[in-house]
Each structure stands twice: as structure tokens, then as C-alpha cells.
């Protein structure tokens, strides 16, 4: 192991929740013995009935049902004996859905304990400031002392873009200052190297290798840092989250995947080379007709070269991308994460 993957803990217990995806399905069904609980049974467990008629209890549980947008925010909650940290990672684009989703989840914001971003783009980042004001505010009222960490790569663009074809920028709209984040309530902390996170549960990547052939970034990705506009496919600001259990092995989070996921897959396997790879879960951002080019490269490796217990595209995953990786996964291996999903992963 790497020296700062080696510092990590085997888990009991991880619990990995999505708090904002681009798509919305309690219905749908994953094979027995995935580790994935879908929302509304969730609700079931957790809401008092309104009724009970004939000894059938009744609850009302579709209007507690999170809401979708496009965006990405995932609550990692890791238990090893007594001891619990849980992080936030991103926050989604807008502070109202990641506020109302997590109320109908049930979230206790005083729990966080540290706020870490991917990458600076807006379907991540937009819900700053008005997240962090949230949970620094539910930690103060709990009258914990330490502030809520946000985590965040030093390296900031001002503002982000696609070049379309027209030749028009096509802007996010522009990131939020490190003074806006403090101000809020969080103590910023800047890394771009590899680094423990959360009482030292979860591991933080510094830059991720471009190791395979195909995944080269972004198609058209442009950064703007004050007036100076350039050419930035790679994102190199970009980084994942993972944690390992016991007997499960390494799971990862990647919010979008520029670096590609096999990429990112990878790093985990070259810090973690004695553990198998178990939960695949974020955007592989295969979406798109230049990125759609890599899906069966992307698949091949997946399946031949990381062999993850579980695969969880979402967010820009992209449907056509999502077809072939049910194809190669699914049954036994395949949950697609969705808004308001549980997995719950337990030590063999």
C-alpha cells in the first residue's frame, strides 16, 4: 500500500448514501444479496403509520421522496468499533434540493464532520455556500467545537465551460470563492495531494494517473481563471474518495470520472494493491457523442482489469453507457445509484 492508504482503517461498516443523482427509482429491483436499499423501503422502516385498518398498517411515503437533478452529492457514514466519522461528498448544484432531500432523508447535518469536493463544477459545487452554512449551523446548536472541514483542491477556476461546436462557451456558472466557503461557516482546507479525511477513515486522492489510452478528459472543457480563457480537457482538479471494509475490500467514489473511471479505478488498485475493488459509485461520464466513443473500452476494462464487487454508475453516466455496463454486470453486480439509495456495505 501506498504510505497514506496504509494509515486507513478496515472498516466495520460503511454506509453510503445518495443525497443528489440525476435520476429518481425506488421500483426497481437489484439481485439478492446486493447491498443496495432503495429509498422508499427506507421510508417504510422509518415513518409511523397514519392509519391501520384491519391490522394492515398504512403509511404514506411518496411525498418524502427525494428530487432529481443533475448533480451529485453522496454521505459516507464509516463505523469501526465505537468509533463513526461521516463526510459529505459535493454538494450537488442547488442548496434547495440538497436541503429538502435531505430532510426527507433524515439527515442529521451536526454528524458531518467534513464537506469534500470532487472537482470544482457547478453540478457539484453549486450548493456552496448555503450547504455549509446548514450543517455548521446543526454542529454550533449541538455545541460540538469543531468547525465543519470543506476540503477542497487549491487549484480554483473562476469559471468553467463546453465549447460547442458553433463556437459558443456554454458556462457553468462561476465557482464559489474559498472566502465565500469560509464565511459560510467551514473551515477550508486546501490539498491537492493525497490525504485522510474524516478522523482519518477515508482516503482523499491527490491528481489522478492517465494511464489508459482512451480516457483523455474532457472533450472541449475550458476554464476560466480571471480573463485568461485556455483549453483544460484533463482537469487535473479532480480527485475521488475511498474507504475500505474488512473482507469487502475498496470502495470508490468518482463524481464524474474526467479522469476517466477505469483511470480512477486504477490509483485505487495502485494504493490498495492487496484489496479487491467493491463499490464502483459516481458519474463515469460516458455521455455524449465524443464520450460515447470510450464505453466499450471503458466496459472491457471494468470487467477485465478492476472487477468491482458492485458497479454504481449515476449522475453523467449516461443511458447508452449504463445499458452496456448492465450487460456486462448485471445481475450479480450491477446497482445503479439513484437518488435517496443505501448501500450499506458490512464486514464479512
Not at 464537506?115 to 460540538?144: K, N, Y
Request: glycine residues 8%; charged residues 20%.
Amino acid at each position: 500500500m501506498s504510505a497514506i492508504a496504509a494509515q486507513t482503517p478496515a472498516l466495520d461498516a460503511l454506509d453510503v448514501l445518495v443525497v443528489v443523482d440525476n435520476e429518481t427509482d425506488t421500483l426497481s429491483s437489484v439481485a439478492d444479496g446486493l447491498p443496495q436499499i432503495p429509498e422508499a423501503q427506507q421510508l417504510l422502516a422509518r415513518l409511523p403509520a397514519e392509519r391501520v385498518h384491519e391490522g394492515h398498517e398504512c403509511k404514506v411515503v411518496f411525498d418524502h421522496l427525494c428530487c432529481a437533478c443533475h448533480g451529485l452529492s453522496v454521505l459516507l457514514t464509516g463505523t469501526l468499533g465505537d468509533e463513526r466519522h461521516t463526510v459529505l461528498f459535493d454538494v450537488g448544484p442547488y442548496p434547495h434540493v440538497w436541503l429538502e432531500n435531505a430532510r426527507h432523508l433524515n439527515l442529521d447535518l451536526a454528524t458531518i464532520e467534513a464537506l469534500f469536493l470532487s472537482h470544482w463544477h457547478f453540478d457539484h459545487s453549486g450548493g456552496f455556500p448555503e450547504v455549509v452554512t446548514a450543517i455548521a449551523a446543526a454542529r454550533r446548536a449541538r455545541g460540538l467545537a469543531a468547525p465543519l472541514v470543506v476540503d477542497l483542491h487549491p487549484d480554483r477556476p473562476d469559471q468553467r465551460g463546453l465549447m460547442a461546436a458553433n463556437g459558443t462557451l456554454v458556462l457553468l456558472p462561476a465557482e464559489p470563492s474559498f472566502a465565500t466557503i469560509e464565511a459560510a461557516g467551514g473551515q477550508v482546507v486546501k490539498a491537492a495531494d493525497a490525504h485522510l479525511v474524516a478522523g482519518g477513515f477515508f482516503y482523499g486522492s491527490g491528481a489522478i494517473p492517465r494511464v489508459t489510452s482512451y480516457e483523455t478528459g474532457l472533450a472541449g472543457h475550458h476554464s476560466f481563471r480571471g480573463e485568461r480563457l485556455e483549453a483544460d480537457p484533463l482537469i487535473m482538479d479532480e480527485r475521488f474518495l475511498a474507504a475500505r471494509v474488512r473482507g469487502r475490500g475498496v470502495s470508490v467514489m468518482s463524481a464524474c470520472s474526467h479522469a476517466g473511471i477505469v483511470n480512477a479505478c486504477l490509483a485505487v488498485k495502485e494504493n490498495f494493491p492487496t484489496e479487491p475493488v467493491d463499490l464502483v459509485l459516481g458519474g463515469y461520464h460516458l455521455a455524449g457523442k465524443v464520450m460515447e466513443e470510450r464505453i466499450p473500452e471503458t466496459v472491457r476494462d471494468l470487467a477485465g482489469l478492476i472487477a468491482p464487487r458492485i458497479v454504481a454508475p449515476g449522475h453523467c453516466t449516461g443511458w447508452r453507457a449504463k445499458a452496456a455496463l448492465a450487460q456486462a454486470f448485471a445481475p450479480a453486480h450491477y446497482a445503479p445509484s439513484v437518488v435517496g439509495s443505501l448501500y450499506r456495505l458490512r464486514a464479512a
